[in-house]
């Protein structure tokens, strides 16, 4: 797994798409981008004054991770971590570079995840938007590339299970 794929580690904010996303390509050896640094200033001001993003913002975001995705596919692969909630935003990545994505999609509880990103710091995303997020979310549909791994553990824990179910998925 990984040698020609692009995993993007999807989900609400706090479930650990950044730490995750790292250790996944650490374990398989190919790139690792942070999702959150493709959005324009733009974008990280409206979220940090606490305002939820919308559509029409989310799309220029959506094609400069297309675009890192595009050069990243077979051979090679890579992770990248970018929330992709709606169905939309993961069709419009994967029209960027189609046959390459995977998603991994971390899930958890409301509770745990609203745990987990109030205890963060240096991060623009203020918890008061979670709900918000919850409210997006369409989880992955049997038709699109992909698996969900919960997030209950510590981030190696769940690294661990999402590398079985990758190595699973690919067989």
């Not at 640094?37 to 409206?46: E, G, I, T």
């Not at 079985?164 to 998925?169: G, I, S, T, V």
Request: charged share 20%.
């Amino acid at each position: 797994m990984g040698s020609q794929h692009v995993i993007v580690v999807m989900g609400v904010a706090g479930t650990g798409k950044t730490t995750v996303g790292r250790l996944l390509a650490e374990a398989l050896g190919v790139p690792y981008a942070e999702g959150d640094a493709f959005h324009p200033a733009a974008n990280v001001a409206k979220m940090s004054a606490g305002v939820p993003l919308d559509d029409a913002d989310r799309r220029p975001w959506l094609d400069a991770v297309g675009r890192w995705i595009r050069g990243r596919g077979a051979p090679g692969g890579a992770v990248v971590a970018a929330s992709c909630l709606k169905r939309a935003y993961r069709d419009r990545l994967r029209a960027a570079a189609p046959g390459t994505v995977v998603f991994v999609h971390l899930t958890g509880d409301r509770a745990l995840v609203g745990e987990r990103m109030a205890a963060r710091t240096g991060h623009f995303m203020p918890p008061s938007l979670l709900d918000s997020q919850f409210a997006a979310l369409e989880p992955l549909q049997p038709d699109e590339p992909g698996l969900a791994v919960d997030v209950a553990g510590t981030p190696q824990e769940i690294t661990g299970r999402a590398l079985a179910a990758l190595r699973a998925f690919e067989s």
